[in-house]
């Protein structure tokens, strides 16, 4: 932390939003499901750290979720299988020290849900407890899982279609339910888990048409990801939007801006500046107060007086 940052939570806004002193209505679950009530759209968004989590929820964005997309975008694996509890609930708690206003959710990375419910449990309880989520987020059709997470009180966001976890067995990322069969069965699963508890519903990777029949069937706010406009909010990847990835984006994205550039740019300039002493410049410098730089001066001189005497 350099001289000039002030403590986390007392700052003044760094985006300088307007909103950033305002007073907040925390979102809660409840309150993502009379949004769909009311036809209003969620917006959500992933974060992973301090700065991004604060930008997101001073913009007023609904749900941030820390996704297990972490292991790609942040940590450089290829898939989101890698990324432990650990370093999940790391990423978390600093999103959570950032959030005011906004749902933070944390997605329960693969493996820690997979072995059995009672461990899926203990895993969740560790989000909430030691990370401060007010929901956990799971893969797939697991309504014994949702079921006991939400009678252990643990509010659920549950994930259906693409299910990135599920790549080996998909053998890739692929558009999910494509044909009637499998339209049914995503139906079904998505009616299944809400009947168990979850309170709202991510799409992923599904047909437009599939994901606007089972937001009209839900009680429950649906959320898509590549699943066309019709859900009853959005999410997108934080790097996808600001392209801080690497990688040619999916059909689904769009790109608000090119923080890469802006951040390659920059990085460029104060290397230049750097290899031509042109940073720091002399008001970029503490310096010593005249008193203590005469009192210096004359200690030099009487040393020279001395060695120039001997
Ligand atoms: O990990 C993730 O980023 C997700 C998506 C829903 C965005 O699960």
Do not use: W
């Amino acid at each position: 932390m350099s001289f000039t940052s002030l403590p986390a939570g007392s700052s003044p806004s760094p985006s300088g939003s307007p909103f950033a002193d305002a007073p907040v209505t925390k979102v809660t679950m409840p309150a993502l499901s009379e949004m769909k009530r009311q036809g209003k759209p969620i917006s959500s968004l992933t974060a992973y750290d301090y700065s991004t989590s604060r930008l997101a929820d001073e913009a007023g964005i609904d749900l941030i979720l820390v996704g297990d997309s972490l292991a790609q975008v942040v940590l450089g694996h290829d898939n989101t299988l890698a990324v432990t509890v650990d370093e999940m609930l790391h990423h978390t708690r600093a999103v959570r020290r950032a959030v005011r206003r906004a749902l933070v959710v944390a997605d329960m990375p693969f493996g820690s849900y997979h072995a059995s419910v009672s461990e899926g449990v203990a895993n969740a309880i560790r989000f909430i407890k030691e990370a401060g989520a007010e929901a956990v987020k799971v893969e797939g059709p697991r309504v014994e899982l949702v079921r006991a997470l939400t009678e252990a009180e643990i509010p659920v966001v549950g994930h259906l279609g693409l299910t990135p976890q599920s790549v080996l067995r998909m053998g890739g990322y692929r558009v999910q339910a494509r044909t009637a069969e499998a339209v049914l069965r995503l139906k079904t699963d998505a009616i299944a888990l809400a009947d168990s508890g979850a309170g709202v519903i991510v799409l992923e990777g599904v047909p437009r048409e599939v994901a606007a029949a089972i937001t009209a069937e839900l009680p429950v706010p649906t959320i898509g990801i590549g699943a066309g406009p019709d859900c009853d909010g959005q999410i997108l990847v934080f790097h996808d939007l600001v392209n801080l990835t690497f990688a040619k984006p999916a059909k689904f994205v769009r790109r608000y801006g090119d923080a890469g550039a802006l951040i390659r740019t920059a990085i460029e300039h104060y290397r230049e500046d750097v290899e031509h002493r042109a940073f720091p410049s002399d008001e970029e410098s503490y310096h010593l107060a005249p008193a203590v730089r005469h009192a210096l001066d004359d200690m030099a001189e009487q040393k020279t007086g001395v060695l120039r005497k001997a």
